[in-house]
């Protein structure tokens, strides 16, 4: 299992801050598969957060009014518990990182990120979500 863990820890890496845990699960799985050929199974997409698990997620880009409105607004529609957020003006330039419970998230974490990045859109800034894991795989000094 610390092989696994070690090689998403490393395709996280690699990938750089926006992969999103699908697109590591992907590049891990085809690695898995080419080294082990049909020795393993392979696992479902991931896709249902076990109790207690968490993302987070941040957002940068020019302050206008409303942004941290529109975002809690989806994640909250989302089945996310918000347990902690940060925000902060930086001579106009808007800054955000939320940890949020993910443990009854209604849909996937890639269908969250989508409408987050829809928001973003909208309200032109840039929103990543991540899982922890993922998060703390790629942030390690």
Do not use: W
Not at 83 to 95: A, E, N
């Amino acid at each position: 299992m610390t092989d696994i863990r070690r090689l998403v820890e490393r395709v996280a890496a690699a990938m750089g801050p926006e992969a999103r845990p699908e697109q590591v699960e992907a590049v891990a799985q085809a690695v898995l598969d080419e080294v082990l050929g049909d020795r393993i199974p392979p696992s479902p997409p991931y896709d249902s957060p076990e109790p207690g698990e968490r993302a987070i997620l941040t957002a940068y880009g020019l302050d206008r009014p409303g942004i941290l409105a529109a975002i809690t607004n989806v994640v909250s529609e989302a089945g996310c518990n918000i347990l902690d957020v940060s925000q902060k003006i930086l001579q106009g330039y808007f800054t955000l990182i939320m940890l949020t419970d993910i443990t009854d998230l209604k849909g996937t974490l890639r269908a969250l990120q989508d409408r987050l990045t829809e928001v973003g859109h909208r309200m032109q800034v840039r929103v990543i979500l991540q899982h922890e894991d993922l998060f703390n795989a790629m942030h390690r000094p």
